[in-house]
């Protein structure tokens, strides 16, 4: 059992960068791979960015490469996103996630854990 909390969201203008927080409860978080996905009003949740637990692949959503990084620190139980020139298009509610899943974690279906969720709003 996994659980995860975000932080970090919040209201930004276009071009400003925020980083987001997931700390996660536990002491299996190293074997899990990392996700991060967003969800916009009247929009499905779509996928953002993930990290495996050995940090050997990082996926990204065409949407975010280049602007977006994610990263982990297995002794701290937390990931992060960094977000630089954002976009009023990015804004939404930002949920980390956690998955067993061995391969390509870019699928929101994989994912077994998911956190509240933290919005991020992007002024234009």
């Known amino acids: 059992q996994v659980q995860l909390v975000e932080s970090g969201g919040g209201l930004v203008q276009a071009g400003g960068s925020l980083r987001l927080s997931c700390a996660a409860s536990?002491?299996?978080?190293?074997?899990?791979?990392m996700g991060w996905f967003r969800q916009a009003p009247g929009k499905e949740r779509e996928f953002v960015a993930a990290?495996?637990?050995?940090?050997?692949?990082?996926y990204y959503a065409d949407s975010v490469k280049g602007r977006f990084t994610i990263s982990r620190d297995n002794a701290k139980n937390t990931v992060y996103l960094q977000m630089n020139n954002l976009k009023p298009e990015d804004t939404a509610v930002y949920y980390c996630?956690?998955?067993?899943?061995?391969?390509?974690?870019?699928?929101?279906?994989?994912?077994?854990?998911w956190g509240q969720g933290t919005q991020v709003t992007v002024s234009s």
């Open positions: 996630a956690a998955t067993s899943f061995r391969g390509d974690v870019s699928q929101r279906g994989l994912y077994d854990y």
């Open positions: 990290i495996t637990l050995t940090v050997r692949s990082i």
């Open positions: 536990g002491r299996t978080f190293s074997t899990y791979a």
